[in-house]
């Protein structure tokens, strides 16, 4: 069951995104910073946690996630090490993601080439 409520969540979240997508003028980049800032917007209200602890992995592929991180590593920071712990804490939690990302992408490229 913890499959199905995570492929129901994150897939509507994608059908979400693509409706947007199809029927605005909103680029793919504009709806990452929407669902980024979406995803810090409900970590604040208290409500993301709640989201990974029914959907599961559903709710932590998902971009929103990112925004969820960001969040929680700045209040993690400001409550151990003050205002300036805000922005030296921000991207504890996600900076295995942003490393990943990067070193995975290069080995990528390496071995495909762009289509010109």
């Known amino acids: 069951m913890t499959y199905l409520y995570a492929f129901l969540f994150a897939g509507s979240a994608c059908a ?3 409706i947007i997508l199809d029927n605005t003028k909103l680029t793919p980049g504009h709806i990452t910073s929407l669902y980024t800032v979406l995803g810090a917007l409900l970590s604040f209200l ?6 990974i602890e029914k959907f599961g992995a559903g709710a932590t592929v998902l971009i929103s996630n990112f925004g969820h991180m960001l ?4 209040l993690q920071g400001y409550y151990e090490e003050g205002l300036l712990g805000i922005f030296s804490g921000m991207l504890c939690k996600s900076s295995l993601a942003i490393t990943g990302a990067i070193v995975f992408s290069f080995i ?5 080439n762009s289509k010109d």
């Open 16 to 18: 979400l995104a693509q």
């Open 46 to 51: 208290g409500l993301y946690d709640g989201f």
């Open 71 to 74: 969040y929680s590593s700045a």
């Open 108 to 112: 990528v490229a390496l071995f495909f």
